[in-house]
Every structure is written in structure tokens, then in C-alpha cells.
């Protein structure tokens, strides 16, 4: 079983869920954690449809050689196979935010992270291929009013 690297987590005000062992690249999976982080549930899923539909590109940071230009951002691409089992874990955190009792509608993006899982071997006899696994894991909390105002002040100060 995977744990959770997040500390901070407060049961009352949070949420969290974790995709372990995801069939998706570690490297794509990296851009769009930190292309995601700190955005609102709903309009982070927005982002991601749109990802696939290959009208927003995610900007590549750290992992972009040999990835072309993109319009305003540099370097960048379309993942879409990663989007979508990003988006199938974000509507899963949504749901334990909601069966906790959580508005649903204020719900921001605190953690996300993507780790290296297991390589397993594909099956069969001929080329030693290995496959692409990765663990993500969401912590995603409830903004509220003092939350605003804690931040309002810190920026100010």
C-alpha cells in the first residue's frame, strides 16, 4: 500500500484520494500535477477535457527536451491519456469530499504529487519491454471565508 506524503492534513477541512500504479508516464503525469496545483476542482477538470481535446497544452518545465513551441507557454504538449486518468481520480477525491460533507463547489487543490511506481514487464515472449506506472495522490480542501482572509493578509504583509 502507498502512504501519503502530504503532512498537513486536517480530517475536518480536507480530503484525499491516491491512484496507485496508474498506466500513465511519470514525466507527463509530473507537468500536470504542477500545471494543476492550486486551482479549483471544477475548473482544474475543465482544463484537463480541454487538454484532451488538445485545445490547452500543459507547459513542460522540467521534462521538455526535444518538445516543440507551444503558443504563450514554450514548451508544452497534449497528454491525453494521462488527462483522463487525472480527471477519473480528481472526480474520485470530489466524491470523498462529498461524502465527508465538503462543499463541493469551494473545493481548491492543495497537494498534488506524482511518484514512480513498479515497472512490470509486458507479457509475452519477445522484447524485454517494461511498462509505465506511476502513483498520484490529491489532498484537496474546502476554502472558506477566513481561509480568504488569512491569505488576503499575508499578501498584504
Excluded at 496508474?22 to 507537468?31: A, C, F, Q
Excluded at 514554450?74 to 460533507?101: D, R, T, W
Excluded at 462543499?103 to 497537494?111: A, D, F, K
Aim: proline fraction near 3%.
Amino acid at each position: 500500500m502507498v502512504g501519503y506524503t502530504f503532512r498537513d492534513y486536517n480530517k475536518e477541512h480536507m480530503a484525499r484520494a491516491v491512484g496507485v500504479a496508474l498506466p500513465i508516464s511519470y514525466k507527463t503525469s509530473y507537468e500536470i500535477c504542477n500545471f494543476i496545483r492550486h486551482k479549483n476542482i471544477a475548473d482544474a477538470k475543465k482544463i484537463l477535457l480541454r487538454v484532451t481535446e488538445q485545445k490547452v497544452a500543459v507547459p513542460f518545465k522540467r521534462f521538455n527536451a526535444d518538445l516543440s513551441h507551444k503558443t504563450k507557454i514554450g514548451p508544452g504538449s497534449y497528454p491525453e491519456k494521462a488527462s483522463l486518468e487525472l480527471i477519473k481520480l480528481l472526480e474520485s477525491v470530489e466524491a470523498n469530499a462529498q461524502f465527508k460533507g465538503l462543499n463541493t463547489s469551494n473545493l481548491i487543490i492543495v497537494h498534488m504529487s506524482a511518484h514512480k511506481a513498479g515497472k512490470a514487464w509486458h507479457y509475452g515472449r519477445f522484447s524485454r519491454r517494461r511498462m509505465k506506472r506511476t502513483h498520484v495522490e490529491i489532498c484537496v480542501e474546502e476554502k472558506t471565508k477566513k481561509s480568504e482572509e488569512k491569505q488576503a493578509k499575508v499578501k498584504k504583509g
